[in-house]
T-cell receptor
Framework: LAKTTQPISMDSYEGQEVNITCSHN???????ITWYQQFPSQGPRFIIQ???TKVTNEVASLFIPADRKSSTLSLPRVSLSDTAVYYC????????????FGTGTKLQVIP | EAGVAQSPRYKIIEKRQSVAFWCNPI?????LYWYQQILGQGPKLLIQ????????DSQLPKDRFSAERLKGVDSTLKIQPAKLEDSAVYLC????????????FGDGTRLSIL
């Protein structure tokens, strides 16, 4: 299983763009990169998933360089409600494959 | 679509007692996971089912934890006897079998051992 490294915590002011980088040096060819968000007293919630280059949805963008050894989750114009823990996972869900959660990045949005 | 349902939401027991958690995955999801999340840590996989078969239970403390997924739908996780270190949130997740589908999580059961 590919090991991931993320900053333990980050602070940001409301309205700013936040970029959280995840390092995954031993990512395998078949691995995807998936980000989850977790609020207190809730289960993790899927944000975005990608394999290479850039993926964008209604809440975030995911940037993956050509070597795929890292990835960056970008949250545009964060609000207080984006305060949460963000997990970067590498691997494949479903079937007989599995992913492993790290300790995540605790994002604190400041008014 | 309905999400992953878990019950109970909270449970308080004394050490050495037994406890059971229930999970109903999203309809049609063949893969079901049980995680343990200790305060301040990321979720740790305990067991993964594919339909009613176990795919991975390498981190399940089998001397006290057991899980089953009869008929490949609902699942129960049991702890007997409970230890103080079992205090955690127990999360259930499900996903489709095919492709790299993300996991959908329930909100978990918070277990406190006295």
């Amino acid at each position: 299983l590919a090991k991931t490294t993320q900053p333990i915590s980050m602070d940001s002011y409301e309205g700013q763009e936040v970029n959280i980088t995840c390092s995954h040096n031993n990512i395998a060819t078949n691995d995807y990169i998936t980000w989850y968000q977790q609020f207190p007293s809730q289960g993790p919630r899927f944000i975005i998933q990608g394999y290479k280059t850039k993926v964008t949805n209604e809440v975030a963008s995911l940037f993956i360089p050509a070597d795929r050894k890292s990835s960056t989750l970008s949250l545009p114009r964060v609000s207080l409600s984006d305060t949460a823990v963000y997990y970067c996972l590498v691997g494949a869900s479903g079937g007989y494959q599995k992913v492993t959660f790290g300790t995540g990045t605790k994002l604190q949005v400041i008014p | 679509e309905a999400g992953v349902a878990q019950s109970p939401r909270y449970k308080i027991i004394e050490k050495r007692q037994s406890v059971a958690f229930w999970c109903n995955p999203i309809s049609g999801h063949a893969t079901l996971y049980w995680y343990q999340q200790i305060l301040g840590q990321g979720p740790k996989l305990l067991i993964q089912f594919q339909n009613n078969g176990v795919v991975d239970d390498s981190q399940l403390p089998k001397d006290r934890f057991s899980a089953e997924r009869l008929k490949g739908v609902d699942s129960t996780l049991k702890i007997q006897p409970a230890k103080l270190e079992d205090s955690a949130v127990y999360l259930c997740a499900s996903s489709n079998f095919l492709g790299n589908q993300p996991q959908h999580f329930g909100d978990g059961t918070r277990l406190s051992i006295l």
